[in-house]
Each structure stands twice: as structure tokens, then as C-alpha cells.
């Protein structure tokens, strides 16, 4: 008796790859949901720096050029705002979930 033949589905897929698919499956949104998080946080700490820099950064003049004020509040600025994202995502989006189900 083949053993293979006996554990696959009538879709001609054995039974371990199938499950093995669906795992994969599963895990795609997850991975895309990371991604959008990152992807948001470097959005949200790049405008973050930038905005500290023009309100913060004097203006450059051959002075005050070394070493540039502007690159540590950029620094500072993106840090924050990825980290931010990162937070909300975290804490509060699943909050915001689980009141919309109780609600809903």
C-alpha cells in the first residue's frame, strides 16, 4: 500500500503541503502588516526630522557648519516619530480593534 496515495487530498496536494500552505497563507497578512507599520514609522520619522530641522536648525552660515546642528535634530526628530508609529501601532491599534468588536 502506497502511503503517500492514502494521506492526499482528492486535489491530488499532499495533506503536509497543504497545511504547510495554509500556514504560509496565514502569515502573508502579518508579514504585509509589518511592513505597512515600518514603512509608516520611517514615513512618520522622516517628516518628524524634518519639521524639527526647519523649526529648530539655525541657519548656516561658515561659523556655525561644524559639526551641523540640524543632523541631530533630524536624528532625534526621525527616532521619535518611528518609534511613535511603532507605539500606536502596538498599543492602540489593538485597543481600537477590540472596542469596534465590542461595540459592533
Same mark, same amino acid.
Given at each position: 500500500?502506497?502511503?503517500?496515495a492514502?494521506?492526499s487530498?482528492?486535489s491530488?496536494v &499532499? ?8 500556514a504560509?497563507?496565514?502569515?502573508? &497578512?502579518? /508579514?504585509a502588516?509589518?511592513?505597512a507599520? /515600518? ?9 518628524l526630522?524634518?519639521?524639527?530641522i ?19 535634530l533630524?536624528l ?7 518609534f511613535a508609529?511603532i507605539?500606536?501601532r ?9 472596542r469596534r468588536?465590542?461595540f459592533g
Open positions: 500500500m502506497n502511503t503517500c492514502s494521506l487530498v482528492h491530488g &499532499p495533506a503536509g503541503t497543504r497545511s504547510g500552505m495554509h504560509l497563507r496565514s502569515l502573508l &497578512p502579518r /508579514i502588516d509589518g511592513l507599520t /515600518i514603512a509608516l514609522g520611517v514615513g512618520a520619522g522622516y517628516g526630522g524634518e519639521l524639527f526647519w523649526l529648530w536648525a539655525p541657519t548656516p552660515t561658515p561659523e556655525n557648519s561644524s559639526p551641523p546642528p540640524e543632523a541631530f533630524f532625534w526628530g526621525s527616532l521619535m516619530g518611528f508609529v507605539l500606536a502596538l498599543l492602540l491599534v489593538p485597543l481600537w480593534v477590540r468588536h465590542r
